[in-house]
Structure formats: C-alpha cells, structure tokens
C-alpha cells in the first residue's frame, strides 16, 4: 500500500513525453481520419465559413428614411383619388409606415341618441332593467340612457349617431396598393472600423436612374425603390389576402461586410417577415386595423363627424449587418482551438489503445517509464568511465597524422 509520503512525493515528479510506434492499424486509421476532419474543420468552417481569422463588429449604426409613390382611384363610397398623403397614417418618412388598404366608412355621425349595434353583446336587451342608466358597455360605442328599444332588441345610448357601420368590404378597397412604391433611403457605419456606406452606390446614384429602376438583387442591388407587392410575396403571402384584413410585415436589410475585400461587394441583402404570423398551426395573419374620424361643422355650426376603420399593411424596417476584417489576435484563437482538438484525438487514441484492447497491459508498460534519481547517476557514471576508456593517439602517431593529412594533395 503506497504511504501518504510516497503520494504527496509523487506530486513534485515530472512527466514527459514519451514516443511509441505502435504498429496498430485500426488505432491508426482513427486517429488519422480524426486529424482529416479537425482538418477540415479548421479550414473549412472556422476559416472559409466562418471567417474566424477577422474581429467582427456587429454594433451597427444606422438611418432610415422612408418615401411612398403611388396613385390610385376607388368609387366605393364615391369618387376619391387616393395620393401618398392619404394611404400613409401618419405620413411617411420614418422607419415604421402604415399603407390604408381597405376601410370602413360611417359618415355624417352627430352626437345624439340612438340604439347600439345588435354585435355589441353586451348592448342587447330585453327589458329597461337591462340597460344600466349612466354605464358604458365594452366594446361599446356610447353611455346607456336606461331605455330599451323594443325595434332592435338593443340599449339606447348617447353617442356619436348612427353607430359605427360593421359591414367590411369583401375585396379591399385600395387593392391597387400593390403597384405603389417605397422608397428606402439607409446609411449605415461600424464605427470600430470607421467604415460607412448607403444602399444607394453613389457612381449611379441620380434623378434619372431612380425615376426608372425597381429593386432586383442581381440586376439592381443599389436600387431603392421597391413595390409593397414584391414586400409582401417575400413573406410568403399574397398582398390582397393580406390588404383585406390588414398585417404586419418586417423589413430587414442586412449588411454582411467583410472588409478585407473590395468596397463594392458590401452589398444590402433585403428580406421581408410576417410579423403578424399566426403561430396556431395555420398560414393565417393576425389582422391589423384602427379607426380615426375627421371632424366638420355643419351650417348651424354643430359638429359632424366621418369615421374611418381602416385596416392596412405596417410596414417595419429593421437595419442588421456583421463587418469583419483580419487580426492576428482572432486567428491565434482560432489555431490554439484547433491543435488543442488535435490534443483531444492523441488523448482518445491513447485511451483506446492503453485501456480498451487485449494488449494494453503491454503498451502501458511500454509507454510510461519511470526513471529514479540514483539510477540516472549510475548511468551519467558509466557513460563517463566509458569515454574516458576511449584509446589515445600518442604524441607520435599524431604527429605522424597529421604529417600525412597535410601531404595529402
């Protein structure tokens, strides 16, 4: 049984290494094939694909500025040419817009008394004792009097009268938006590197080219303008589906710089979402809609109101993007990782081979060794008395030696 002593001695030894040719095939091939694929790990993923060889900046800086186009006319609640200043709530220039695709209108409204709509729940009555005088009904559109009317089976309120029309159109409106323009204007800058660049290449940027070109990743990846159209078929989804109900779609440029190639080729990749996804197993958006009114005076000087429920597509742009450029520092990061896998396989070779085959008892007592300290003396001792047990030329025949060296032509 070894002694504390012995173990806490063994503690101050030092281990090197030792070299055995194994002549074991299968071991062999292993860790060949092992050191093939840390291999083309190293090269193929971490320095191709990857490019762990660059520091990379992801903190990107960046402005949007946003322009629709587009004309279009509609005759469903009379003749009404819809220009950018009226399909854009609020108007765009910002990052987030929000193009009216379809809309409910209720004109003429005036505050006054009138029953509540039969799809208001919580509006429907049977008796005065149901209508609570002075509360208002969720969802509702006014304060009750207390008075049931008896025509429409629903609770007299004080509102803005007649109630909200409910009767949504069953193509949208303002399905022509599909052929409307945006225009994104996007300047961005990694500031570790000092590099700033915008999605318009300033050798064609001008009034001309804009007036005619339309976004293609191949043929105009510098182009601005893109149709709502082509936004909304990226999501996977058709525009008019979504233009009836309304949704919410995400627009992503990404930026993927890497600064150790030419300037031109940071390039904006564009790709569009469905914010509004339901994600109850079906391809259905969840719909998107708001109401607004415009207000007037009639000739008595009263107020008369025109309520808008419009529903619409909401446009997001989000700005991403990842630059890289060489620096030793991440690429010796990268190296130490890879030798120290080639490590692990030595490891993982030894252990099959010293403790996992029929002649490990034999390898280990090849491989390790252990060399006392008296023993190392006795054979530095030995090695010395034997140098010194060498033949010496005399004085003569070295001199003789040298005397035929010197002759020698």
């Not at 080219?209 to 082509?230: A, E, F, V």
């Not at 120290?340 to 060794?369: P, S």
């Not at 047990?389 to 020698?408: C, G, N, R, V, Y």
Request: proline letters at 4%; a positive charge.
């Amino acid at each position: 049984m070894t002694s504390p002593g012995s173990c806490f001695r063994s503690l101050f030894n030092y281990y090197t290494e030792k070299y055995v040719v194994t002549k074991n095939r299968k071991i062999g091939i292993i860790y060949r094939l092992y050191q093939l694929s840390v291999l083309a790990y190293i090269i193929g993923w971490v320095f191709v694909v990857k490019k762990e060889y660059q520091e990379k900046e992801e903190s990107i800086q960046s402005s949007v500025f946003t322009k629709l186009k587009g004309v279009a006319m509609t005759n469903s609640y009379g003749l009404h040419i819809w220009g950018e200043e009226d399909y854009s709530i609020p108007p765009s220039g910002e990052k987030n817009f929000f193009v009216v695709t379809n809309y409910i209108e209720t004109p003429n409204q005036k505050l006054g008394f009138c029953p509540e709509s039969y799809n208001v729940p919580g509006g429907r009555c049977v008796s005065n004792a149901d209508c609570k005088k002075g509360e208002s009904i969720i969802a509702g559109h006014g304060i009750m009097t207390g008075v049931c009317v008896k025509t429409t089976g629903t609770c007299e309120i004080q509102a803005w009268c007649p109630v909200e029309n409910s009767t949504k159109p069953q193509k949208p409106i303002l399905g022509a938006a599909e052929n409307f323009t945006v225009y994104i204007k996007n300047f961005i800058r990694f500031p570790l590197f000092d590099f700033s660049k915008s999605n318009i290449n300033p050798e064609i940027y001008g009034a001309s080219y804009l007036k005619n070109c339309t976004y293609d990743s191949k043929r105009h990846p510098y182009c601005p303008i893109i149709r709502l159209g082509q936004l909304v078929n990226w999501t996977g989804k058709n525009f008019q589906e979504m233009a009836s109900n309304g949704g919410s779609v995400g627009i992503e440029i990404n930026w993927q710089c890497d600064l150790d190639k030419d300037y031109s080729l940071c390039k904006p990749q564009y790709r569009c979402i469905n914010l509004g996804k339901n994600n109850l197993g079906t391809n259905t958006t969840v719909p998107y809609n708001f109401r607004y009114a415009k207000y007037f005076k009639d000739s008595n000087g009263n107020s008369i109101r025109t309520l808008y429920k419009v529903y619409g597509i909401r446009f997001d742009v989000m700005v991403t993007g990842q630059a890289g450029r060489f620096s030793i520092v991440p690429t010796m990061i990268a190296l130490g990782s890879g030798f120290a896998l080639l490590g692990v396989g030595v490891f993982a070779c030894d252990t099959i081979l010293l403790y996992m085959t029929n002649a490990g008892e034999f390898y280990r007592k090849n491989k390790y060794e252990m060399i006392m300290q008296k023993a190392l003396q006795k054979e530095e001792k030995d090695t010395k008395a034997s140098s010194e047990s060498k033949p010496i030329h005399s004085k003569d025949e070295t001199e003789e030696m040298s005397t035929f060296i010197s002759s020698t032509p």
